[in-house]
């Protein structure tokens, strides 16, 4: 029996991105039998961007919907938001902070990233590896699925795991990345890491007048409608191309090279992609969204159940620490 941790910010909506890097290879590696399942929703991490608490809310209850319609049974596996466990994830925090080299944090793409303003820098953002840290080892996952651009912070959990293990005696089980190399770094509409915080994203879950309007806005070059068009260098065929059959993909390209295509066809193309490909996901999100009841009592049993791991993992770690006899 393995153990798949992933967590997912609640930033902003679940997007494309999400979806497609972390939310559905996250849903198929916990339909094995042989895995166990934890998918957390990461509202403390969220606080670093977001200092509205309804905004937060609001998009905690997305991010669980967004798990939910792509297909995560909470009946077998755990399903809860991060923050009903705060004690336990910064209480461990804390103890892993007083392990982790401040250079380690200083080269953190987290903190890098974002550090050309330090003033705009708050503790939380820099410390942040730290709780992803605590995150993963307090449930002593195995794998943690995630995409590319999470690969060093995840080296860093499993350092920080290492040396607590070192210093006081064993208390983690070191957890692996595991990242599907078929899954890139999915472009945004600015052609960036399609990102929550870049505003950048496309949330496939929009009714569809607002997601076409998104979708409009694909920077692209301004190559005319009769000329041929290189779809190699072109964001919205990179995005449909994630998503397409090879024939379909083979007919796009046809089509760029052609030429009296236009940007806005291919756009169109994409819209209709997104919504055949995600109809049934669309369905349900909207339907939980509807009816955050449901939403909230499968978070709160999910809670109930991560509670008991998370509790015997602090009090391994306490008796480690000389806290507790
Ligand atoms: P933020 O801008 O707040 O960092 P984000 O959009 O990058 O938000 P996260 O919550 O940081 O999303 O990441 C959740 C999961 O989605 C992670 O496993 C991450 O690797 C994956 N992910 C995020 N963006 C992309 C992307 N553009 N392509 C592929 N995977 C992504
Ligand atoms: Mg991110």
Not at 7 to 12: K, L, M, N, T
Not at 233 to 251: G, R
Request: with cysteine.
């Amino acid at each position: 029996m393995a153990r798949i941790l992933t967590g997912i910010q609640a930033s902003g909506k679940p997007h494309l991105g999400n979806i497609l890097g972390a939310i559905l290879p996250a849903v198929q590696l916990s339909q094995d039998p042989k895995n166990e399942s934890f998918l957390f929703i990461a509202d403390l991490h969220s606080m670093t961007t977001v200092k509205d608490a309804d905004a937060l809310k609001e998009n905690t209850l997305a991010v669980a919907a967004a798990w939910l319609a792509c297909g995560f049974d909470t009946e077998k596996n755990y399903f809860y938001r991060q923050s009903r466990l705060a004690g336990y994830h910064t209480e461990l925090m804390w103890y892993l902070n007083c392990l982790t080299p401040f250079p380690m944090l200083a080269n953190a793409h987290s903190f890098k990233d974002k550090s050309d303003k330090l003033s705009d820098v708050n503790a939380g953002l820099f410390t942040y590896p730290v709780l992803q840290a605590a995150d993963i080892v307090l449930y002593q996952a195995n794998f943690v699925p995630v995409g590319k651009d999470q690969k060093q912070h995840l080296e860093m959990s499993k350092d920080i795991a290492a040396a607590f293990n070192r210093t006081y005696g064993e208390a983690f089980v070191l957890p692996e990345p595991k990242i599907d190399e078929n899954v890139m770094t999915i472009p945004g509409i600015d052609g960036q890491k399609m990102s929550k915080s870049y505003g950048n994203y496309i949330d496939i879950f929009l009714p569809e007048k607002q997601l076409y309007k998104v979708i409009k806005k694909i920077v692209t070059d301004t190559t005319p409608l009769e000329e041929p068009k290189d779809p190699d260098t072109c964001n919205v065929f990179a995005l449909y191309k994630l998503m397409a059959s090879e024939a379909q993909v083979a007919e796009m390209r046809q089509n760029y090279e052609g030429g009296n295509y236009g940007y806005g066809h291919a756009k169109k193309a994409l819209l209709d992609l997104i919504l055949e490909k995600f109809a049934k996901e669309r369905e349900l999100y909207n339907y939980y969204m509807e009816n955050t009841q449901e939403l909230e009592a499968k978070l709160k049993a999910g809670e109930a159940k991560a509670e008991l791991i998370a509790k015997a993992t602090m009090q391994k770690v306490r008796e480690l620490l000389g806290f507790i006899d």
